[in-house]
């Protein structure tokens, strides 16, 4: 059996959020990505590994915000996620489980989000082909020789992460009021560390900037990769770009809290800016090396995007949600 949906993964940094955004528009529920990336909470967070390594930004906790993402959106989610280090003799066994998933999934006419499809990050199966053996997908890459990939590789390219997100269903009653006041709340429970995962090199919330400026600081003797600087300076300046715009258009439905969410607004927008010129610095994809010059501007943009992030969530602190 042979099934194939029309779908192109959206272009963004954020390769988890745009794939939301993909498999919505297929669906017929077309937001924009700032509101995929605030309900998610993704708009206010920031993770940084101690190497500054673009892995950093994956570290949250999947099974509850990838979920939660779909239901504040007002859809009902399956996911099916499966890590094991050793590739064990039961890896084969769950991945027939996950392509059962898959495949099941695309016949009721609903693209899947995927991980780690040829590089880590999210990617979306399309379709797929019994005779042939392989799946139709759609990645960040847009290499036209890496279309389809074959049902056995699934887990065994660079992570033994078997990972597969199912829009599900619409939910019959749906709170938006509600889903955009515990993505606000869920700024202030990141930047207090009390969204966790287990993430032994990587910091979040308070802690995140101090690792990045540790890492720029220390170098050459530590360890800091010029194409984390180019990820997380992307990626967290999508991020506070839709953290501006949702604040802004929280303040039209929160009205008692609209002075405050406008002064967040702007104290994002300040933070994004810092971080769009330190992008400029190491542009997106391998950041093209470090140099005294470099490290030296990085630093002073750096220390002022984290001013200002702090600033933004000493304001929503007051919010009176």
Not at 31 to 36: M, N, Q, S, V, Y
Not at 288 to 317: N, W
Request: glycine fraction near 6%; charged fraction near 30%.
């Amino acid at each position: 059996m042979k099934v194939s949906l029309n779908i192109k993964l959206q272009p963004a940094a954020d390769t988890f959020s745009a794939a939301v955004k993909s498999v919505l528009d297929h669906l017929g529920d077309k937001r924009p990505l700032w509101e995929i990336q605030g309900l998610s909470g993704y708009a206010f967070r920031i993770l940084v590994h101690e190497d500054v390594c673009p892995s950093g930004t994956h570290h949250t906790n999947w099974k509850h915000i990838h979920v939660e993402t779909f239901r504040r959106l007002g859809w009902e989610p399956r996911l099916f996620l499966h890590i094991d280090w050793d590739r064990r003799e039961s890896f084969e066994a769950k991945r027939a489980e996950l392509l059962d998933f898959v495949i099941a999934t695309l016949k009721a006419g609903r693209p899947v989000i995927l991980y780690d499809i040829y590089i880590p990050g999210w990617a979306i199966a399309t379709g797929y082909n019994d005779d042939t053996r392989k799946l139709q997908v759609e990645t960040f890459l847009n290499i036209s020789h890496w279309r389809t990939v074959d049902f056995d590789k699934l887990g065994m390219f660079n992570l033994p992460i078997l990972y597969a997100l199912d829009p599900g269903t619409r939910l019959e009653s749906h709170d938006h009021l509600r889903a955009c006041r515990e993505a606000l709340k869920d700024a202030v429970l990141h930047y207090d560390l009390k969204e966790h995962s287990w993430r032994p090199k990587v910091r979040d919330g308070r802690e995140a900037y101090n690792q990045w400026l540790k890492a720029v600081g220390n170098y050459p003797d530590a360890k800091c990769m010029p194409e984390g600087m180019a990820d997380y300076s992307a990626k967290f300046t999508e991020w506070r770009k839709s953290a501006e715009k949702f604040c802004k258009e929280a303040a039209k439905l929160f009205p008692d809290n609209k002075t405050k969410l406008l002064a967040t607004a702007k104290e994002f927008k300040e933070e994004g800016a810092a971080l769009s010129k330190l992008g400029r610095l190491f542009p997106m994809p391998g950041g093209h090396g470090l140099d005294k010059g470099k490290i030296a501007q990085a630093k002073v943009l750096l220390q002022d995007a984290k001013t200002q992030y702090e600033a933004a969530i000493a304001t929503m602190r007051v919010l009176k949600l």
